[in-house]
T-cell receptor, first 114, second 111 residues
Framework: GAGVSQSPSNKVTEKGKDVELRCDPISGHTALYWYRQSLGQGLEFLIYFQGNSAPDKSGLPSDRFSAERTGGSVSTLTIQRTQQEDSAVYLC????????????FGQGTRLTVV | GENVEQHPSTLSVQEGDSAVIKCTYS??????FPWYKQELGKRPQLIIDIRSNVGEKKDQRIAVTLNKTAKHFSLHITETQPEDSAVYFCAASIGNYQLIWGAGTKLIIKP
């Protein structure tokens, strides 16, 4: 079946512009995560959605970052007034349940802020 | 805050030899420990995981051991093959759904 899909795969934007990244999770998966991966680093947790519950936004690095998940499916991560330090690969993952279990990752969006 | 330390950052082994990657974690309440493999330019994929009620788990050439007292866990790959070349990440759970990730180990298999 279809895996987690992210778009765009690459995004180059000018400093100060807003960007929107999209994630289509696996159908039926209730849990959805956004991570940030900088070169040579591990995954940095950004935000977690579970069903209709309030999202865990504790990992968002600043108020320029926000995310939504509509209808319990597609999610968008928005970065306003992008800065060069926002350059990274943004990974989305989904899981079938709320409790710790395998996360299925998308291929990521490589964001470059110039 | 909670953290996971992963060592080594780079590991080079001869094809056919074994590779061991070690992680330590800080939260004594962590109870889920997955390992992910990320090949160059590809997405991370789960290769094995272990929960705190067991000390070891094996899947063919891959095994993971967990020492809860010492708060460390290790990935063991035997009979390494070229396709094992990748970056490997360990992680430890925080609560029911959040993971804290190690910084990754680049495994290089020399022919």
């Amino acid at each position: 079946g279809a895996g987690v899909s992210q778009s765009p795969s690459n995004k180059v934007t000018e400093k100060g512009k807003d960007v929107e990244l999209r994630c289509d999770p696996i159908s039926g998966h209730t849990a959805l995560y956004w991570y940030r991966q900088s070169l040579g680093q591990g995954l940095e947790f950004l935000i977690y959605f579970q069903g209709n519950s309030a999202p865990d936004k504790s990992g968002l690095p600043s108020d320029r970052f926000s995310a939504e998940r509509t209808g319990g499916s597609v999610s968008t991560l928005t970065i306003q007034r992008t800065q060069q330090e926002d350059s990274a690969v943004y990974l989305c993952a989904s899981s079938p349940t709320a409790v710790n279990t395998e996360a299925f990752f998308g291929q990521g969006t490589r964001l470059t802020v110039v | 805050g909670e953290n996971v330390e992963q060592h080594p950052s780079t590991l080079s082994v001869q094809e056919g030899d074994s590779a061991v990657i070690k992680c330590t974690y800080s939260d004594s309440a962590s109870n889920y420990f997955p390992w992910y493999k990320q090949e160059l330019g590809k997405r991370p994929q789960l290769i094995i995981d272990i929960r705190s009620n067991v000390g070891e788990k094996k899947d063919q050439r891959i095994a993971v051991t967990l020492n809860k007292t010492a708060k460390h866990f290790s990935l063991h790959i035997t009979e390494t093959q070229p396709e094992d070349s990748a970056v490997y990440f360990c992680a430890a759970s925080i609560g029911n759904y959040q993971l804290i990730w190690g910084a990754g180990t680049k495994l290089i298999i020399k022919p």
